[in-house]
Structure formats: structure tokens, C-alpha cells
């Protein structure tokens, strides 16, 4: 038996991995989760970051780790699968939230860049999905919950190397979530539309393009993080046991409306 497979021991609180977990949207489901109760070990390259969202987490009342490494690294990803197993004994919830945006005509864009962004987007979150397989399949409440985006329904000009990455995730989440229903396994793709965050900050040096986007989402508005986070403790929690294999767009309506 291999060190992520061990008989699951008694824990004091469920156990979620969060990666990205160092700002924006990763952020706010990882204090989410700790405010609904996991112990929550983050992931991100940077580890002052992750040391302000562990802090931010402590401060609220709950518990939480931080785990430097980056995504694009096999080694660093398995090692947090590992580091977890050994301190805890078990994963309950894994979510897959680390993400990069290259914007560039795609005339211009090197390949090299476009591998990039799949290597972090979607081959990262195959190769922790399966790294914590032993692990999740061991949890009465075994769940993985891919971060996608809107922009993996809709071709955007300038994105193809994002467009195509979410658009693999959600291909990704309905092949394990069928493949793995039988462990006992739920996966579930969250794709969020426009979110206040670093990524749409620019919108706010730019009241035209702010306007032009809004006018496309029925609510007029953007997602906060939290809304995400809040989210996303739904569909890990046992009101969405049934829901697995689906991709859950989160948008304001945006998607409607096209």
C-alpha cells in the first residue's frame, strides 16, 4: 500500500487542499472552507502569500498550512499529496484552482507559451487529481472541484491558450468524475465568469471597456472572490452528493445571454 493509500485514521476536522491559494479567488475559497470547517493546506509558488492567507485564515478561527511549490513541478505536486497524508492521514477535498492568463494574438503566440499555460491550467490539475486519488477515494466525503471559467464555453480574441485549457477542464472533470463515481468520488467543475480580482482590476483604469463588459452580464455586475468561495463549500457539502461529472457556470447570466 502506497503512502496516499493508508486505512484512513480519525481526524478532527475534514482536510481540503486548495491550490493558488496565495490571492483572488483561491484565497477566498480557502477561507471558506476554513470557516465551514476543513483544515485547509494551501498551495502557491509564492509563500509570503500563502503565509497572509493562512494568517487571514488563523484570524477567522480556523486552521490551515502553508505548501510552496509550483504547479508546473510533478515533484512539488505529489509532495504536497504526501506532506498532507503523513500530517493528517487523509484528503477530503481537493480543489484545483492554480490558473494563468497569457493574452496574445494567437498569430504571435509561441508555442512555448501556449504549453505553459495548459502545464498550469489543466496538466496540473490531472496530475494532483490523480496524486490524491488514494487519498480521496479513502473519504466518505471524496470530492474534487476544478476551478474553470466561463472562457471555456466561449472563444475569446487573444486567449486561445486559456480558452483551450478551461475548455479541457471541463472534459477533464467529466471523464474522472465518470471514471471515478464507483471509488465513491464526486467531481465537479465551477466556471466562473468575471470576478473582482487582480485579473479584471485593469476594467477599473478603463470605464469604457467596464461598461462594454458589464452590458454583457444580465446582473450588471461582477462575482466577488467570496461568492466563489461560498460556492464552492456548497458543492463539497452534503446537499450536492448527487452532483457530480457537471460544470456549474457561475456568470451572472452571461452565458444566457450570448
Not at 504536497?80 to 494567437?106: E, M, Q, R
Not at 498550469?120 to 487529481?129: G, I, P, R
Not at 474522472?176 to 468520488?185: S, Y
Not at 452534503?238 to 457556470?249: D, K, N
Request: net charge negative; charged share 20%.
Amino acid at each position: 500500500m502506497s503512502p496516499t493509500e493508508e486505512t484512513p485514521t480519525a481526524r478532527s476536522a475534514p482536510v481540503a487542499l486548495v491550490t493558488g491559494a496565495s490571492r483572488n479567488i483561491g484565497r477566498a475559497i480557502a477561507r471558506a472552507l476554513a470557516r465551514d470547517g476543513f483544515h485547509v493546506a494551501c498551495f502557491a509558488r509564492s509563500a509570503d502569500d500563502l503565509a497572509e492567507t493562512v494568517k487571514l485564515i488563523e484570524q477567522d478561527g480556523g486552521t490551515a498550512t502553508s505548501h510552496p511549490g509550483d504547479a508546473t513541478n510533478e515533484g512539488d505536486l505529489r509532495s504536497v499529496v504526501g506532506a498532507i497524508s503523513a500530517a493528517h492521514g487523509g484528503l477530503d477535498l481537493l480543489v484545483n484552482n492554480a490558473g494563468i492568463i497569457h493574452d496574445t494574438p494567437s498569430s504571435d503566440l509561441d508555442p512555448a507559451d501556449f504549453r505553459r499555460v495548459l502545464e498550469v491550467n489543466l496538466v496540473a490539475y490531472f496530475t494532483l487529481a490523480a496524486a490524491s486519488h488514494g487519498l480521496l477515494r479513502n473519504s466518505p466525503r471524496g470530492t474534487v472541484i476544478n476551478i474553470g471559467s466561463l472562457f471555456g464555453s466561449v472563444g475569446v480574441a487573444g486567449r486561445a491558450a486559456y480558452c483551450a485549457s478551461k475548455a479541457g477542464v471541463e472534459g477533464l472533470t467529466r471523464a474522472l468524475a465518470t471514471e471515478w463515481a464507483r471509488d465513491g468520488i464526486r467531481v465537479v467543475c465551477v466556471a466562473p465568469g468575471y470576478v473582482e480580482s487582480d485579473i479584471s482590476s485593469p476594467l477599473a483604469d478603463d470605464p469604457d471597456l467596464a461598461k462594454l463588459v458589464l452590458r454583457r452580464i444580465p446582473q450588471r455586475r461582477m462575482a466577488s472572490a467570496d461568492e466563489i468561495g461560498s460556492f464552492v463549500c456548497l458543492l463539497a457539502s452534503s446537499s450536492a452528493a448527487f452532483l457530480t461529472g457537471q460544470t456549474v457556470v457561475i456568470d451572472g447570466g452571461q452565458l444566457a445571454a450570448v
